[in-house]
């Protein structure tokens, strides 16, 4: 019986194939389900010998620490080129937008929290 190893839901495209690579590169067996049509299913990462759970885990573990770091240190250089998407570089890009979701927002939240303080 397989061994659930990876749920692939929300998971990035260029993440799922780089983990299906480190499987086949440690010969780890293994085969994935779909979510199906309707998405009833679950899309996930199984491995065929349960035995060779830990192993797998254990890079899986190597994997996300190295992946994390990496997405950081990216983030961290946009953020020094100027290209990250921050809440000043949308307000620069977009601020009639801006400042209507942020209307928006404050309106609900006053909707939602002056009847409590008997203001309406």
């Known amino acids: 019986m397989g061994a659930l190893l990876l749920r692939l839901k929300h998971v990035p495209e260029d993440e799922y194939q780089e983990v299906c690579q480190l499987l086949e590169e440690h010969d780890l067996s293994f085969y994935e389900t779909k979510a199906g049509f309707w998405g009833v299913g679950m899309a996930a990462i199984w491995l065929s010998d349960e035995t060779q759970l830990p ?66």
């Open 55 to 120: 192993q797998a885990h254990a890079l899986l573990n190597e994997y996300a620490q190295s992946r994390q770091a990496k997405m950081q240190s990216e983030r961290e250089q946009a953020l020094l080129d100027g290209k990250a998407r921050t809440l000043s570089s949308t307000f620069a890009k977009q601020p009639v937008t801006f400042t209507l979701y942020l209307l928006a927002m404050i309106a609900i939240l006053a909707l939602s929290v002056l009847p409590f303080l008997g203001l309406l």
